[in-house]
């Protein structure tokens, strides 16, 4: 795909937003060499350097991630105060390669936006360990890497899992490998200085063909994630795609099916984002527009008025 010319510099204009929306309508993103993302790419660093101190992270060819950008760009300060160091680089690209595993299709908690010295941050839900092995098993076979050193030896004294070891309380070697996974994962949260956790799963676990795929912080069962603030936020995800395309894209009648087969997740939100928020959550299950508004409200005022520190992950 050409770069247009009135889009080639540092200047943005409204050509080239429109121009960057029908790319990423039309086209399947992957994270290699492109003359087209090259572009997009320096015009964003650009324009984030005009405020912030970022250094990137490289992801050439996705060898961090596949659905991320081939740099990863770290908001490390505000230019206006560039004392106050919220993300140090050289800690989190190590992190990142150890941690991305812990998520479905390694997409790794990475931070996106800086507001008050506080991260916002991103990834996918937590994998299983159908994901986990399966993702490391890709990982081999397309880059020649050993994913099996992020995800870590199993101890010696590991029992290999057979369906008596839960009903005794016994440790299996999935155990082990899972507590390696996500004490990773948690240890990048930590140093990213995430409080709270926002989960917009409709699902307490993604299903399918009768297995588990994908889980969440909320149902882990070893409550790795009990130093974090979780909010299950039940947000239609991909799967109303369609019945908005067949609404003729207009949102503000569509009403979500909270009660079909596989959506098990409620509200939850904890206690002192519930007291300030000033929102009818014991009726939360509205349309479209309600719930994307209530949401919006919550999390911008747990932005704007959270404690200095209290960072999220979404």
């Keep these: 795909m050409d ?18 929306l029908e790319t990423f309508f039309k086209c399947f993103y992957r994270a290699k060499a492109d003359k087209k993302n090259e572009v997009i790419h320096k015009r964003c660093l650009h324009l984030l350097a005009a405020d912030y101190r970022v250094e990137v992270i490289e992801n050439r060819d996705g060898w961090l991630c596949a659905h991320y950008p081939t740099d990863v760009f770290i908001l490390e300060a505000h230019l206006h105060s560039p004392s106050v ?9 190590d992190l990142f390669s150890s941690a991305r595993f812990a998520r479905v299709r390694s997409r790794f908690v990475v ?21 986990l092995y399966g993702r490391s098993g890709v990982d081999w ?27 005794h309380g016994l440790p299996s070697a999935d155990d082990h490998t899972l507590n390696r996974v996500r004490g990773q994962d948690v ?4 140093r990213l200085g995430v409080t709270l ?45 369609r019945d908005y395309k067949m609404n ?10 909270w009660i079909q087969p596989g959506v098990d997740a409620v509200l939850s939100i904890p206690t002192h984002l519930k007291r300030h ?38």
């Design 3 to 20: 770069v247009s010319s009135s889009c080639a510099g540092s200047a943005v204009s409204s050509e080239c937003v429109v121009e960057l």
């Design 85 to 93: 160091r919220v993300a140090r680089t050289e800690e989190l690209r």
């Design 111 to 131: 931070p996106v936006l800086l507001y008050r010295n506080k991260n916002v941050c991103r990834s996918a839900t937590l994998s299983t360990m159908i994901e």
């Design 141 to 167: 076979l397309f880059t020649g890497r050993d994913g099996s050193n992020a995800i870590g030896a199993v101890p010696a004294n590991a029992r290999i899992q057979n369906e008596d070891d839960h009903a």
């Design 187 to 190: 240890e990048l949260l930590k």
């Design 197 to 241: 956790i926002c989960d917009l799963m409709v699902e307490k676990k993604k299903t399918k063909y009768g297995l588990t795929v994908s889980s969440s912080e909320k149902v882990d069962k070893a409550s790795r994630y009990s130093d974090f603030h979780i909010a299950s936020m039940p947000y239609p995800g991909c799967e109303f795609f």
């Design 248 to 257: 003729g894209y207009d949102p503000t009648s569509l009403v979500y099916n």
């Design 277 to 314: 928020a000033n929102i009818p959550f014991q009726s939360y299950q509205w349309s479209l527009v309600e719930v994307t508004q209530n949401y919006l409200k919550l999390l911008l005022w747990h932005l704007h008025h959270g404690n200095q520190g209290n960072q999220c992950n979404v």
